[in-house]
Antibody, heavy 123, light 107 residues
Framework: QVQLVESGGGVVQPGGSLRLSCVASGFTFRSYVIHWVRQAPGKGLEWVALTSCDGSEKYYADPVQGRVTISRDNTKSTQYLQLNSLIHEDTAIYFC????????????????WGQGTLVTVSS | DIQMTQSPSSVSASVGDRVTITCRASQGINNWLAWYQQKPGKAPKFLIYEASTLQSGVPSRFSGSGSGTDFTLTINSLQPEDFATYYCQQTNTFPLTFGGGTTVEIK
């Protein structure tokens, strides 16, 4: 079955960095877009970023643009999210979510989700 | 950015009730809309896409409708496992955006 397992979260000081990973199994990784979506404590869902199936195209939400880099390694079935210059507002559970395919519109639906990894930005 | 507004923010209902949740987009998004269910401490679950297509395995008591700017999620004959928070999401334009959520609570 489809499984997504995030890791890499933790407590970091403002201005610090973290690299999140999302390891996938149970499907052909290169055939699906993977997104990152976050949820601040007690708040709603916020889309963060995606990369295309071959990794050539990347899209970011405005609040993280310039501070975050998304990448994927199809040989390892793993997606990454490099978080830099972290601020308090980045505190959230970060979920990776698999889309329904590579192409629009299937690429923009979050069909399967991991359990999330918590990032806390605190001094 | 396209703003998604859900109403109500919360609703109290009993098992067996019909519940309707509304989602309004700040501009037209055709039928490019999804619905998710989230229970406390859990990841969201994908329910509906393209406004009205039920994801495989989702019970038929869930249904979605709408096009353009106004959409609804209806839960017929509410079951105990349906008490949760529901989010709409537009897929028409980047950035992808969610509504603020509607919590269905036990009356």
């Amino acid at each position: 079955q489809v499984q997504l397992v995030e890791s890499g979260g933790g407590v970091v000081q403002p201005g610090g960095s973290l690299r999140l990973s999302c390891v996938a199994s149970g499907f052909t990784f290169r055939s699906y877009v993977i997104h990152w979506v976050r949820q601040a404590p007690g708040k709603g869902l916020e889309w963060v970023a995606l990369t295309s199936c071959d990794g050539s195209e990347k899209y970011y939400a405005d609040p993280v643009q310039g501070r975050v880099t998304i990448s994927r390694d199809n040989t390892k079935s793993t997606q990454y999210l490099q978080l830099n210059s972290l601020i308090h507002e980045d505190t959230a559970i970060y979920f990776c979510a698999r889309a329904m395919g590579c192409n629009y519109p299937q690429s923009r639906y979050f069909a399967y989700w991991g359990q999330g990894t918590l990032v806390t930005v605190s001094s | 950015d396209i703003q998604m507004t859900q109403s109500p923010s919360s609703v109290s209902a009993s098992v067996g009730d019909r519940v309707t949740i509304t989602c309004r987009a700040s501009q037209g998004i055709n039928n490019w809309l999804a619905w998710y269910q989230q229970k406390p401490g859990k990841a969201p679950k994908f329910l509906i896409y393209e406004a009205s297509t039920l994801q495989s395995g989702v019970p038929s008591r869930f249904s979605g409708s709408g096009s353009g700017t106004d959409f609804t999620l209806t839960i017929n004959s509410l079951q105990p496992e349906d008490f949760a928070t529901y989010y709409c999401q537009q897929t028409n334009t980047f950035p992808l955006t969610f509504g603020g959520g509607t919590t269905v609570e036990i009356k």
